[in-house]
Each structure stands twice: as C-alpha cells, then as structure tokens.
C-alpha cells in the first residue's frame, strides 16, 4: 500500500516512527496525537488512529484506538482491506489479554477471514502466524473451560 509522502498526517507518522526507533515511545505519542488532531478524511484517522493505538498505556485504552482504526479503515475503502487482518489481530489481541475469549476468537476469525488480501511476503506471513498462534491459544482455553 502506498501512502502519500506529501500528506502531513503520514509526515507525522513516519516522524512517530523515527521515534519509535531511536527509544522515545512517549514522543512519538505525542506525535502521533497531533496526526489525529489534523485529520481530515477516513484514509488520515485510520492511519493516525493505527500508530495512537500502538503506545496506550492500558489494554483498554489500545483497544479503544484499534476500533477505531477498524471505523475508519472500514469506511476508507477496498485499498484498505489489507490492513484488515492486522487491525482484527490487534482487536482479538486485546481481548484475549482481558480473558474475554470469545470475542478474541471471533476476531481471530475475521482476520483469517481476510488473510487473502495480505502478500505472501515477511509482513503476511508474520500477520498470518499470529492468527493461528491467537486461534490456537483461545480454542485451548475454550476447551478447557
């Protein structure tokens, strides 16, 4: 997916990034939250929202940013199908983390589910294996409740 280096939203991300890298979570936050202070569309508050979502101190708090990636990659459109099985992995993710094992595996699902729009490349693959890790974990402990 190519996103548009012009666009200031993805100029603030990638700053985010930058930060990320050299150990400063706390300031690519703080980057990333004025991105979402200046979106404008659907495509800029699902890209914004993805990056806040990743640095929430609590699992409700990520999960609250994650859905609202979700939103807004669902209402960006069909170029955004890939991100689908990611966002639904983080989702299920954080369920999973607040023992609520079936809404985990009903979002463990609709990643799979969308898994045929992912590349057969590193980034897939890794997204892919974290769905059936995150299938395989709940399903045992659904069967052991």
Same mark, same amino acid.
């Given at each position: 997916?190519?996103?548009?280096?012009?666009?200031?939203?993805?100029?603030?991300?990638?700053?985010?990034?930058?930060?990320?890298?050299?150990? /400063?979570?706390?300031?690519?936050?703080?980057?990333?939250?004025?991105?979402?202070?200046?979106? !404008?569309?659907?495509?800029?508050?699902?890209? !914004?929202?993805?990056?806040?979502?990743?640095?929430?101190?609590?699992?409700?708090?990520?999960?609250?940013?994650?859905?609202?990636?979700?939103?807004?990659?669902?209402?960006?459109?069909?170029?955004? /199908?890939?991100?689908?099985?990611?966002?639904?992995?983080?989702?299920?993710?954080?369920?999973?983390?607040?023992?609520?094992?079936?809404?985990?595996?009903?979002?463990?699902?609709?990643?799979?589910?969308?898994?045929?729009?992912?590349?057969?490349?590193?980034?897939?693959?890794?997204?892919?294996?974290?769905?059936?890790?995150?299938?395989?974990?709940?399903?045992?402990?659904?069967?052991?409740?």
């Amino acid at each position: 997916m190519q996103f548009d280096p012009n666009n200031k939203v993805v100029q603030l991300c990638a700053e985010g990034m930058n930060l990320e890298v050299n150990g /400063k979570p706390g300031d690519a936050l703080n980057v990333y939250m004025q991105a979402w202070g200046i979106t !404008a569309t659907d495509e800029e508050k699902f890209i !914004a929202a993805h990056y806040v979502a990743r640095h929430q101190p609590t699992i409700k708090d990520k999960l609250h940013w994650d859905n609202i990636a979700l939103d807004f990659a669902l209402k960006a459109g069909e170029k955004y /199908k890939v991100q689908l099985p990611s966002l639904y992995l983080n989702i299920a993710k954080c369920y999973e983390d607040k023992s609520n094992y079936d809404i985990a595996l009903e979002n463990y699902q609709l990643a799979l589910s969308f898994t045929s729009f992912l590349a057969d490349d590193g980034y897939g693959n890794m997204i892919k294996a974290g769905i059936h890790n995150g299938l395989e974990r709940v399903t045992v402990v659904n069967k052991a409740e």
